[in-house]
């Protein structure tokens, strides 16, 4: 059974940093994994934060607003990270982490992911 749980989330003040990480179990990094991070604030929709297609060719992405400042990376054997700098308070939200397996066109949306973290929660203040 594939799981996913993320870790890392805390309160912070603007401009400071955290590193998120996600560990996937039953299931081993292939050639066809792609994973990412959303972020959904209250109120607001689920948005894709940055995604990485790890068994293929390493690609990534992010979306506009976090460019520069994030960085999605594998870690370990299972895990990975998102690292955060140059946190703003627009950046508070609950993270999730998500998998998926095969060919994808668009790695920021999050109707091509199966699988799915409980989220972990983020708050700058300003």
């Known amino acids: 059974q594939v799981q996913l749980a993320e870790s890392g989330g805390a309160s912070v003040q603007a401009g400071g940093s955290l590193r998120l990480s996600c560990v996937l179990s039953g299931y081993t990094f292939t050639r066809d994994t792609y994973m990412g991070w959303f972020r959904q604030a209250p109120g607001k929709e689920r948005e894709g934060v940055a995604g990485?297609?790890?068994?293929?060719?390493?690609?990534t992405i992010y979306t506009d607003s976090v460019k520069g400042r994030f960085t999605i990376g594998r870690d370990a054997e299972n895990t990975v990270f998102l690292q955060m700098n140059n946190l703003k308070p627009e950046d508070t939200a609950m993270y999730y982490c998500?998998?998926?397996?095969?060919?994808?066109?668009?790695?920021?949306?999050?109707?091509?992911?199966?699988?799915w973290g409980q989220g972990t929660q983020v708050t700058v203040s300003a």
């Open positions: 990485f297609r790890i068994g293929y060719d390493g690609a």
């Open positions: 998500a998998a998926g397996f095969g060919y994808v066109r668009q790695l920021l949306s999050s109707r091509e992911y199966t699988y």
